[in-house]
């Protein structure tokens, strides 16, 4: 299964159009200083113009989106651009031009100007690099790959006014080649009459926004649950291609962000990201931790009682690996959003121990439930199957450690209900692991694609520029325990999720969500 070169987007047009002498900010030339040029060429930026994503190749797509645009109230300055830089190379590569251009006025229209040598070119452009304070990297750069090695967070500035913010770095699709007019003057592009370049730019950055669906988000939308939810939060996992190395000394050396390239990469049209492959089988993941994937952004997404809540907002690299036999797409790797669930039982269960020549235990209902967040169980096999899938609160289960255990030395209640979890397997109780704290996980890989017959893939590639939009439309509490991933492990083990996928601007891609 190939990805396939179905995201060469446009986000936004940039038509280029103009520049004069004096934007000529860093030379190119072998000596350092601008190259003398006989003739001139304009640039001029569009906005919001339809982004297109091609649909070619055997890389389903769920839908195939209406071209409507998106251009909502809060999405601020997503598309402000604080400064561009122009590259030009001649045919072969070499650098003719790379500076970062300023604007001039001419008949309305923010115009740029500059003086060039005439000839077959090649046209590159960089959108808020200078803002972003990555000038030293890009003012030698003449269109070849290039990886930055940078985290997300570092290639955007957003806020949710026009006015503040360093906006988002944007890079050309692909070269414009195009053959320049000699002795076109100042005027000619201005009029519009000769060297005018149009090149497509898209945000190195993809989004993903989350939220409930308007039946769960409206009063009572989790009445039908077996315990009383108290607020969902949320986080995104490996927004910055991270590669583990288990032999770093320490987390700098272990955890390293791998970054995106400035332009989109696609080898053989199967685009890939400088994302380190892990190899297919016997990799040490000895000392990884998930929580270095975690962002430390946690938004909310309900919380009981509240008025309204706004839809969570996250940005993330490019994420898209060669899908072979070897299944690269696993849990240590691939973009993903944490749900967290706190909630309190409806209903649990308590335990009685009685001694005597044939010790035995018995359960019965619990009465009243706690006001505050505990640490439960939940009972997977029991005796009596009514008992099955019951909550059982490990403060409980604690007071029998004294009876089960009676030989053990735990001194705190977790590790007391643990023991006695482990004691109660002799007389047929199994449980799950602790719901710490009263909360429960659900791991959402961003784009977790499914073939035409609705299964899955075990592909979850994230691209530039593409939005992804993710409707939680159904939660069943109290979700996984656990709280960490498995590292080796194929994607989505823990939930099933179904998607519906929607290519829209940014690219917008809807994803409906069922959490089990």
Known sequence: MKLNRLFLLAAMGLGLFACNDNDLVEGSAPNGTQEEGTTYVG?????????????????????????????????????????????????????????????????GNNIYLFKITPGKKK???????????????????????????KKASELYEYN???????????????????????NVSEDDVKAGKANNIEITVERVVAKVTMQLSTTLAAPGGFDDQTATLKKLTCQIGNADNLKYN?????????????????????????????????????????????SKLLNTDIKTLYENNASSVNPARFYCLENTHANTDSKNYLQSNTTFIRVKAEMIPNSAKQFTYSAGPAPKVTISDRGSMPTDLETFYVITAAPDQDDQGSYVFASDLASLYADL???????????????????????????????????????????????????????????????????????????????SIDPEEPIHPDTNVGVTLTIRDWNKVNHNVDLQ
């Open 405 to 483: 255990v009676p030989d053990g030395d735990a001194d705190n209640n977790d590790d007391k209900a643990a023991a006695v979890v482990k004691a109660l397997a002799a007389y047929d109780y199994n449980f799950t692991a602790p719901y710490t704290a009263g909360c429960g996980y659900y791991n959402i890989w961003v784009n977790d694609m499914k073939d035409a017959n609705n299964q899955y893939l075990n592909i979850a590639p994230v691209f530039r520029n593409d939005w992804y939009n993710l409707t939680i439309t159904s939660l069943t509490l109290p979700g996984s325990p656990k709280e």
């Open 43 to 107: 640039l001029k930026i569009n906005f919001n113009s339809s982004s297109s994503r091609a649909n070619t190749g055997d890389q389903p797509i769920d839908g195939d989106g209406d071209g409507t645009l998106y251009d909502d109230p809060e999405d601020g300055n997503e598309a402000k651009v604080s400064d561009v830089r122009i590259v030009v190379t001649d045919a072969e590569g070499k650098s003719q031009y790379n500076a970062v251009v300023t604007p001039t006025a001419n008949n």
């Open 246 to 290: 288990k032999d770093g000394e320490d987390d700098a050396a272990k955890y390293k962000t791998v970054g995106t390239y400035l332009m989109a990469y696609d080898d053989n049209d199967v685009r890939t990201t400088p994302y380190y492959q892990y190899p297919a089988t016997g990799y040490d993941f000895d000392g990884f931790e998930q």
């Open 123 to 149: 046209f590159y452009a960089v959108v808020n690099g200078e803002a972003l304070e990555l000038n030293e990297t890009l003012k030698s750069w003449a269109g070849s790959q290039l990886a930055l090695t």
């Open 160 to 182: 949710t006014t026009a006015t503040e913010g360093k906006g988002f770095l944007m890079s050309s699709v692909e070269a414009v080649e195009q053959t320049l007019q000699d």
